[in-house]
């Protein structure tokens, strides 16, 4: 068994405010009876970019944010995975995830593969790949003996990433997300249960909610919030509709074991 929290974030485009933010819902964690062994937060949350036209604010490995974090992942012995712009080693702007696991060293355990180019009727054009690299391919990690599968936000539309984790057995496909509200409406919780039921495991979706105001004009953004924890047979488990705070879960091997022994996808797998 593994407890897990997911935080939901409300991020703006001002670091100190949204790591004020994310270190007090680490302090509530850790006094809750329940204290979970790691915190899933969603995607953008150091820095959200309000404004379309603003500088996104890409954190290197080296920034005095990470080791806050690290120190406070230290101290109340709860792991940490958060989703932001991150400069990387190689000098480019990834939508990357990070790990920091108590006294160990930050490990990037994802770089976003699918960027959102979109361009919604009567709404302005959205373009990561402006600002971001792409990353190049799936990745998995292990945390306490669960195999986790990566993805960020508009990765959740394509199946064969998914495809990829559930022919390695992830036992937690991890989607941290910053969704806008109209395709929330229509997809989120329809992609999400598909992609536990197709691989037969436990999801983990963190969203950003709420109006998102600049620190720097009077622009703001929406997004559409509804953080999940869906099971392996599909059913939404636990889940924070709107609001900043946190979700919290046991996840469990003999569940996901349970799925799978009563529909064995696996050995009827052809392609």
């Known amino acids: 068994m593994l407890k897990v929290a997911l935080a939901q974030l409300n991020s703006n485009d001002d670091i100190q405010n949204n790591l004020k933010s994310i270190l007090n819902l680490i302090d509530e964690a850790f006094a809750n009876p329940n204290k979970p062994e790691i915190i899933f937060f969603p995607e953008n949350s150091l820095f959200f970019r309000v404004q379309a036209d603003d500088k996104v604010s890409a954190l290197d490995i080296h920034s005095s944010v990470w080791a806050e974090l690290q120190n406070k992942a230290d101290s109340t012995g709860i792991a940490l995975h958060l989703t932001t712009a991150l400069l990387d080693e190689d000098k480019k702007v990834y939508n ?12 990037i355990t994802y770089r976003k593969i699918h960027l959102f180019n979109i361009t919604l009727s ?12 792409d990353g190049t391919g799936p990745s998995i990690f292990e945390f306490k003996g669960f195999k986790f599968g990566s993805s960020i936000c508009y990765d959740v539309r394509f199946s064969e990433l998914y495809s990829y984790y559930a022919k390695h057995d992830v036992d937690v496909i991890l989607i941290p997300a910053a969704f806008l509200v109209k395709t929330g409406q229509a997809h989120w919780d329809l992609l999400l249960r598909a992609r536990a039921i197709e691989s037969q495991c436990y999801v983990l979706a963190a969203a950003q909610a709420g109006s998102h105001h600049s620190s720097k004009s009077d622009a703001h953004r929406e997004t559409y919030g509804n953080s999940m924890i869906i ?8 889940q924070k509709v709107d609001g900043v705070g946190l979700v919290y879960f046991d996840i469990k091997k003999a569940e996901i074991a349970a799925v799978r022994t009563q529909i064995p996808m696996k050995s009827h797998r052809r392609l």
């Open 96 to 107: 990357a995830s990070v790990l920091i696991s108590p006294n160990q060293k930050l490990e």
């Open 231 to 238: 099971g392996p047979w599909g059913e939404i488990l636990a």
């Open 122 to 133: 009567g709404q302005k054009s959205i373009r990561e790949s402006d600002v971001f690299a």
